[in-house]
């Protein structure tokens, strides 16, 4: 069986004939951990593959802020650059990221990875711009207490959202919430269930899709559960949702793989044997969260920075040494079959979460990006948040979202 | 006063050293505001322009300078016809009006209590309350999404506290309800009081500064003067001071103005890029940004940028015209 | 004056009352630092017990160390703050005073014209001004110097206003006239008679524009391509990369950086409040 390790060393071998014996010297921009994942490998690169990669972190919105800037007046973004799933949409189409298709046959890497990660980094002329650095396969963490209290199996719980909300009332007499906030089940209702052949909120034809049957069932679940008192109303990231995790306030959490390892490790890391996975309610697969690498046009060392990529991205044993540092999941097929990914996790009851994230990693379908993605998240998030909070009517505001998107996509 | 008594003398060359001297004071202010001009020329000009030009184009920042396609008014139409920029710029007015009306009648009278009355620890109070405008926009929004937080809020919990208080509970906070507690950041009716909040708490130390070293410069003699005369208390606050720091109370209401208009980072982090619900806590600054970089329609941005200027330049003439000769102190 | 017992109580009672009721607005406003402080001491899982607690634990060597663990020298980050404060102060107290005494003293032909238009330019938020100034900075070849963070901003409108109201109140006019019939050139009447006059205005300005400085963040975000030019602020905001942040070392961070800016304030106050009270002004 040829192991992606081959490949990669058979790429480097050829390109090894026109190394310089100085290290090149090259700037990753990114946000943490990237830093940290890097410190692993950084002295390995400069023997390996002849570069001294020096990181520049930012935060997450600056970095984006910045990287734009310097795309719009062509000077100031580094060799290798980091972009979130939320922003691939805009830049692969915008042009200033080379085409590592064309320039580095980068096509040939597709099977490494995932479909749905390795289309992400893909433009609506067909070729890659940008190779997956990680990514989160969506899943449904639950509080092991809540559920044995309920009665109904944990398969039973995720059989359908009828299913579902039934364990949720069942959780109300209790006076437990279902989930941390409603939009949780509109957010994954609308990324995970997109029709063949359209993107999330467009078409193929880049018409504006947030209309139709998928939009009004995500709102109008969300608007059920929210009705029937099944949420907190606890905002992510926020104080109190930290605390909820450390107490189970409330019963299931819809999240990325990663969030795993965030609780483990410092959210709540006294909560071991509390929580469980499992697969996201009637039968869909999605996921949340994401970063790639590419490459900017006005990098002066694209050759040895698509080398670094190279050795840094595809090979399983670097990846999975990313994931048990910082959690940071690989996009990779053959890191799933590394034996960390075997293992029970303790944290998790004995369960063994790994093996089911990557299992969720290889079933979720990959769906296209759009220009117009992120300008159309905001407007439709926004229109829930009325749904929620203001008991605005569903068809009203899904009717206004479309409209404001029709606005702002003019643009692009 | 020494007469200079040349000018009877040698007229001819006194007139050419008269017409120098002139000269230097005719040229002095040119001189003195040089640097200032120059900086302004280069870099507050060239933005000005580019706007101006961006405004009438389809331009998306991330794909170079290159990309920009000629549109015409177009932009301002879709400018002067978005729902959002006026709400947007209803939220700035009524926030900023609000904090700043706050601000000032908080500011005025404890700077002025500052400056006459407390010898002891002037200096440790005003760095007290100069603290907040010193600290970082980022962590200024976390600890106020703390302390509005619904559940564990910090003012949530004394609301409740209070409310459980045998005596003053019922009589003062019997409209607290433990069992919905108030939605600070969330419902939109208390949105843009909460912003308002936190903006009086960051900015009114600042103001405190201005005014003590205002009321500071009222010469002593006026003071004194005025004791003779039998003025108390209030009334030396109400018709000495008062009246001396009328240039700084007009320089701090402009600077509210400016910064209620450029107020976006708190907010930001506060309620998120889009303002919270229904948009309530949505900064006209937020919106340009929102428009601008997240939705990469900077044609329409700019547009907006001008259309706001040209509102702001008729509040602003307005203003001017009633109270800018008393505030400015011309002569 | 005669004042009965009971007069004197209340003034004792109303003094206290003041500063009480001052000390405690005090502490509402320095409440977020004393947290910050005491958020340094502690470890991250500690942070994020619930529960709000005044406990000082024992974790500030661990956070620290982790500071210095990070991708940036932070010292040398702090140093450059420190650098581009100080010129970007000294510079504006220059040019802002020399402007702001033009703008209240002379008159001139465009004096109007141009203080309007100064003043018009601080209306416009400047959201969209970042990619027009990026384009300068690459045109003048600035990128990636910390010239290009201070200078631009040493003679901004606000500075230049607040110096002429102060200007307008407090230096009168007869006075620079009789210098002038001494023969003294304008730049000495300006230097010897105003300036001093100006101390506690400068005081103030002085004050503004360190925090200004200090705390900048978008401008370096866009100018400054490398470590070992970034600023303490773009530190702080860079560790703040949610969700993993390690709290405690970015409380001990912000602490630290929050240190320079007090120890400026006291320093400039004194100088204020001294000139202030040494009677400079005659009626």
């Known amino acids: 069986m040829i192991k992606t390790k081959h490949i990669v060393a058979a790429a480097i071998t050829a390109f090894a004939a026109q190394a310089t014996v100085a290290d090149t010297e090259l700037q990753l921009d990114g946000w943490p951990d990237m830093d940290k994942e890097l410190a692993l490998h950084q002295e390995e690169a400069k023997g390996a593959v002849g570069v001294d990669v020096k990181p520049l972190m930012n935060d997450w919105i600056a970095h984006h802020d910045k990287l734009k800037t310097a795309m719009a007046t062509g000077q100031g973004a580094g060799d290798i650059v980091g972009v979130d799933v939320e922003f691939i949409g805009t830049f692969a189409n915008a042009g200033g990221l080379v085409n590592l298709s064309k320039e580095y046959g980068a096509d040939k890497f597709e099977n490494l990875f995932p479909a749905y990660a390795w289309n992400q980094g893909r433009a609506l002329d067909g070729d890659i711009y940008a190779i997956p650095y990680n990514s989160g396969p969506g899943v449904m963490y639950f509080w092991r207490d809540h559920v044995t209290a309920s009665g109904m199996s944990i398969d039973e719980i995720t059989k359908s959202w009828d299913s579902f909300f039934e364990f949720g009332a069942k959780l109300k007499e209790k006076g437990i919430p279902l989930v941390a906030d409603a939009s949780i089940i509109a957010q994954t209702i609308i990324n995970t269930t997109v029709e063949s052949g359209n993107s999330v909120y467009f078409d193929s034809e880049d018409n504006i899709i947030v209309t139709n049957d998928r939009f009004v069932e995500a709102f109008t679940l969300a608007k059920k559960a929210r009705d029937m008192g099944l949420d907190a109303s606890i905002g992510s990231w926020s104080g109190e949702w930290f605390e909820a995790l450390n107490e189970g306030t409330y019963a299931v959490e819809f999240s990325g793989a990663w969030l795993g390892g965030f609780m483990e490790r410092w959210i709540a890391p006294d909560a071991t044997g509390k929580w469980g996975v499992a697969n996201l309610p009637n039968g869909i697969y999605g996921t949340w969260g994401g970063s790639f690498f590419a490459i900017p046009k006005q990098s002066k060392n694209a050759d040895a920075a698509w080398k670094f990529m190279e050795w840094y991205l595809m090979d399983e044993d670097k990846a999975v040494a990313r994931f048990t540092a910082t959690g940071g999941f690989p996009p990779l097929n053959a890191a799933y079959k590394d034996p960390a990914f075997q293992e029970p996790m303790p944290y998790f009851g004995g369960q063994k979460a790994r093996a089911l994230w990557g299992d969720i990693a290889s079933k979720i379908t990959p769906v296209k990006p759009n220009k117009g993605d992120a300008v159309a998240r905001d407007v439709v998030f926004q229109a829930l948040g009325s749904v929620l909070n203001d008991n605005q009517d569903i068809t009203k505001s899904l009717k206004d979202a479309e409209k404001q998107i029709k606005r702002r996509v003019r643009a692009l | 006063m020494t007469v200079s008594t040349h000018s009877n003398e040698m007229p001819a060359e006194q007139s ?165 507690p108030i939605r600070w950041l969330i419902d939109v009716a208390f949105i843009k009081p909460s912003i308002a909040g936190m903006q009086v708490w960051k900015f009114f130390g600042f103001q405190v500064v201005i005014y003590v070293s205002g009321y500071l410069t009222i010469s002593s003699e006026i003071i004194e003067a005025a004791e003779v005369d039998g003025c108390t208390g209030f009334g030396k606050f109400w018709h000495i001071a008062l009246p001396s720091i009328r240039p700084f109370i007009f320089f701090c209401i402009t600077l509210n103005l400016i910064g209620a208009l450029n107020m976006f980072e708190e907010p930001f982090v506060m309620l998120g890029k889009t303002g919270g619900t229904d948009s309530a806590g949505l900064t006209i600054s937020m919106y340009m940004y929102l428009v601008g970089w997240v939705w990469e329609d900077f044609g329409t941005a700019s547009a907006m940028s001008w259309f706001l200027f040209a509102f702001i330049g008729v509040v602003t003439g307005i203003y001017f015209l009633l109270f800018g000769k008393k505030g400015l102190g011309d002569s | 004056m005669n004042s009965s017992p009971v007069v004197r109580i209340w003034e004792k009672v109303g003094t206290a009352a003041l500063y009480g009721s001052f000390g405690l607005a005090s502490l509402i406003t320095i409440f977020p630092f004393l947290w910050a402080a005491i958020l340094s001491t502690r470890s991250r899982e500690e942070i994020f017990t619930p529960g709000i607690s005044l406990y000082i634990s024992n974790h500030l060597a661990d956070n620290y160390a982790e500071l210095m663990n990070t991708s940036f020298p932070f010292w040398l980050n702090m140093f450059n703050s420190v650098k581009i404060t100080a010129l970007g102060v000294l510079f504006s107290l220059a040019f802002m005073s020399m402007a702001g005494y033009a703008f209240a003293v002379y008159r001139f032909k465009g004096k109007n014209l141009i203080f309007g238009i100064f003043l018009g330019s601080m ?130 961070g912000t602490t630290i950086s929050i240190l320079p800016i007090l120890i400026f304030y006291a320093l400039a106050s004194k100088q204020m409040i001294a000139s202030l009270t040494s009677g400079a002004v005659k009626g």
């Open chain 2, 16 to 180: 050419w050293q008269n017409r120098w001297a002139n000269m230097k004071v005719t040229l002095a202010p040119y001189g003195f505001l040089s640097p200032a001009i120059i900086l302004f020329l280069i870099f507050n000009i060239f933005p000005l322009l580019f706007a101006a030009f961006m405004s009438f184009h389809l331009w998306k920042p991330s794909e170079g300078l290159g990309a920009m396609t000629f549109v015409g008014w177009e932009n301002y139409y879709y400018a002067i016809t978005d729902e959002l920029i006026y709400k947007s710029l209803y939220n700035t007015i009524f926030m900023g009006v609000l904090s700043g009306v706050t601000m000032h009648l908080i500011a005025i009278p404890v700077a002025y209590i500052l400056a006459t009355y407390i010898k002891r620890f002037r200096n440790l109070f005003t760095g007290a309350f100069f603290m907040p405008f010193v600290t970082s926009t980022v962590a200024v929004a976390l600890v106020f999404t703390n302390m509005y937080g619904e559940n564990f809020g910090l003012f949530n919990s004394l609301l409740a506290t209070f409310h459980e208080m045998p005596v003053i509970g019922s009589l003062l906070f019997f409209w607290v309800d433990p069992e919905n």
């Open chain 3, 123 to 252: 209306m416009v938020p400047p959201v969209l001004s970042l990619i027009p100034f990026a384009l300068i900075i690459q045109f003048l070849g600035l990128m990636d110097s910390h010239l290009a963070i201070w200078l631009p901003f040493t003679a901004v409108p606000f500075g230049i206003f607040l110096v002429r109201q102060y200007v307008v109140t407090t230096v009168p006019l007869d006075l620079m006239e009789a210098a002038r019939m001494d023969g003294a050139g304008e730049f000495r009447i300006f230097w010897n008679i105003a300036l001093p006059l100006m101390r506690p205005v400068l005081g103030t300005l002085a004050i503004i524009q360190f925090v200004f400085f200090w705390n900048s963040f978008i401008i370096p975000l866009i100018v400054l391509t490398s470590a070992e030019k970034q600023v303490v602020v773009q530190v702080l905001r860079s560790m703040q990369g949610l969700p993993n942040s390690p709290w405690g070392a970015v409380m001990l």
